[in-house]
């Protein structure tokens, strides 16, 4: 019985109405510099927005690159020099990637990815389209720190904002046939 009391007694969804709101305050964002100035360009230099490609945009790029040197007629023919990449691997690049490819005798090796004093964000990635190679890594004396295989199909990344000025990369073709690689930077 007393369940039947409840039931009747509850009131229905439609039919009640909401207690009324008191009305907001009207606010003024003309007093908060941060909120009316947000999009506009700062007059500090230090403040520019900057606008690095991801890691992953290179790497896209690399792949993107090697995809189309598959064919060994797109093959570097100078030897043991980084050089431009094919008008047709650079296709395959969206942005303002440099793309360059090297093509390594067997036990021969190039100086591998230097960094470049004028570009202070310099960032480079390089992806083995064939063969077998190392990357080494050593100090401003010589002394060899890593040595890292490079992977046929993987890309990777050498160089960034943080990275130490005073390493020194060299590859090498570890393998019994021509190596080519692809290095793409900003």
């Given at each position: 019985m007393s369940q039947q009391v409840l039931a009747t007694s509850a009131a229905r969804p439609g039919t009640t109405e909401p207690a009324p709101r008191p009305r907001a305050a009207s606010v003024s964002l003309d007093g908060i510099g941060d909120v009316v100035d947000a999009g506009r360009t700062?007059?500090?230099?230090?403040?520019a927005e900057r606008r690095l490609p991801t890691v992953g945009q290179l790497v896209a790029a690399a792949r993107g690159a090697a995809d189309s040197?598959?064919?060994?007629?797109?093959?570097p023919t100078r030897r043991g020099h980084w050089q431009p990449a094919p008008r047709s691997a650079r296709r395959h690049v969206g942005g303002r990637f440099r793309v360059t490819t090297v093509a390594l005798e067997p036990n021969s090796f190039v100086p591998g990815p230097?960094?470049?004093?004028?570009?202070?964000?310099?960032?480079?990635?390089l992806h083995l389209v064939s063969g077998r190679a190392?990357?080494?890594?050593?100090?401003?004396?010589?002394?060899?720190?890593?040595?890292?295989?490079?992977a046929t199909g993987r890309t990777r990344v050498v160089g960034g904002a943080g990275s130490s000025s005073q390493?020194?990369?060299?590859?090498?073709?570890?393998?019994?046939e021509v190596a080519v690689l692809v290095r793409v930077s900003v």
């Open positions: 700062s007059g500090y230099s230090h403040l040197l598959r064919r060994p007629t797109l093959w230097a960094r470049r004093p004028d570009r202070s964000h310099g960032m480079e990635v190392h990357l080494i890594t050593s100090g401003p004396d010589g002394q060899m720190r890593s040595a890292a295989e490079l390493s020194h990369h060299h590859l090498v073709n570890t393998g019994d």
